[in-house]
Nanobody, 123 residues
Framework: QVQLVESGGGLVQAGGSLRLSCADSGRTFSNYAMAWFRQAPGKEREFVAAISWSGRNTYNADSVKGRFTISRDNAKNTVYLQMNSLKPEDTAIYYC????????????????WGQGTQVTVSS
């Protein structure tokens, strides 16, 4: 069973940084590819970044390349999203998700989701 809990969201000024964490209380974390998605009010959920089960392969959306970095620590059952140079358009609820299939940009690939953490970037 995968149970994901995000933390680290908050209010930050444009240009600032935040680090999101997503911890899994289950025992099979290292079997799953992990990803971060986000959803702004009135918009569809969009892919942000993904990482393979080993951590060797990562993928980022064009909108966050060069600013966001996804990483994981399988010993701690945790995936991270380091967000730098934040912009007001990054404001959204951020969700982590787990996939037994592999990394992908489609939310349908991910079977397990956290409850989300709010990130607000002020201008």
């Amino acid at each position: 069973q995968v149970q994901l809990v995000e933390s680290g969201g908050g209010l930050v000024q444009a240009g600032g940084s935040l680090r999101l964490s997503c911890a899994d209380s289950g025992r099979t974390f290292s079997n799953y590819a992990m990803a971060w998605f986000r959803q702004a009010p009135g918009k569809e959920r969009e892919f942000v970044a993904a990482i393979s089960w080993s951590g060797r392969n990562t993928y980022n959306a064009d909108s966050v390349k060069g600013r966001f970095t996804i990483s994981r620590d399988n010993a701690k059952n945790t995936v991270y999203l380091q967000m730098n140079s934040l912009k007001p358009e990054d404001t959204a609820i951020y969700y982590c998700a787990a996939s037994p299939i592999g990394t992908a940009t489609s939310p349908a690939t991910y079977h397990y989701w956290g409850q989300g953490t709010q990130v607000t970037v002020s201008s």
